[in-house]
């Protein structure tokens, strides 16, 4: 099976593709989808006619931090079933801030939305170690994914404790890791792809960056796995 058509499952019991894309036009987006990607990473307030693209696919919005009150949240979602997706939201994650106050209410209106069935499932972003065990000790609804820009390894843990599925957006230069990719004939998107799929990590990369087909059936050996590593360590 080609690990575009590969999915994981998540803590909820739903399905997720285990490669995404972060797209912020219908063009990119539709080649990505036509390259056979089906998670899409969305920003919220883009006019994106998903429909058109395609009806097979996995959407994936982000809450803004600057949302902070339940009254937002709810207009917010309005505009983003106007904008985006009309029937509902494949996966929800809410931007974390050290205002624990907001993150609880702001996550409660999210619980609801979900019981409502216009969110299939539900995580956070940006979130460090403290946000993330004051939202699981509080949360009727447990996150399903975390989503965090580099490979923290306080959240990642906390993430594995809690049977979270974690994911990481690719914006480092992948191309500074075009000699290692040589060495296993392979081009640098599909090594990062293999890397993270060796650490049973969700990767989302750019469109720009997205590959037909891309080949992951191979192994990174435990150097190399350090060296790739230290692109998304944020050192």
């Known amino acids: 099976m080609a690990i575009l058509d590969e999915a994981v499952v998540l803590n909820d019991g739903s399905l997720m593709p285990k490669i995404g894309v972060i797209g912020t ?14 998670l899409l990473a969305c920003p919220a307030d883009k006019n994106l006619d998903l429909t058109k693209v395609s009806p097979q696919l996995y959407v994936e919005i ?29 996966l929800c994650l809410l931007k974390l801030s050290d205002d624990l106050k907001r993150n609880d209410e702001v996550w409660q209106e999210l619980e609801q939305l979900k019981i409502k ?23 009727q609804v447990k996150p399903s994914v975390v989503e965090t820009e580099i490979e923290d390894q ?8 809690n049977k979270m599925q974690v994911e990481v957006p690719v914006h480092g230069d992948i191309e500074a890791l075009t000699e290692l990719a040589e060495n296993y004939k392979t081009m640098p998107v599909e090594l990062v792809l ?42």
């Open 25 to 38: 036009n219908d063009a990119e987006l539709a080649k990505a989808v036509k390259m056979g990607y089906r």
């Open 62 to 90: 982000e809450i803004s931090e600057e949302i902070k009150t339940r009254e937002e949240l709810r207009n917010s979602f309005k505009i983003i079933r106007n904008n985006l997706v009309k029937n509902h939201a494949d």
């Open 117 to 139: 069935g216009w969110v299939k499932t539900l995580g956070v972003t940006r979130a460090n170690a403290d946000e993330l065990t004051d939202i699981l000790q509080k949360a």
């Open 154 to 161: 306080g959240v990642i843990a906390l993430a594995r404790k």
């Open 194 to 235: 293999r890397y993270f799929n060796q650490k049973s990590i969700i990767p989302l990369i750019e469109a720009g960056d997205a590959v037909k087909n891309p080949k992951t059936d191979f192994v990174i050996k435990g150097a190399d796995m350090s060296t790739i590593g230290q692109l998304f360590s944020g050192k």
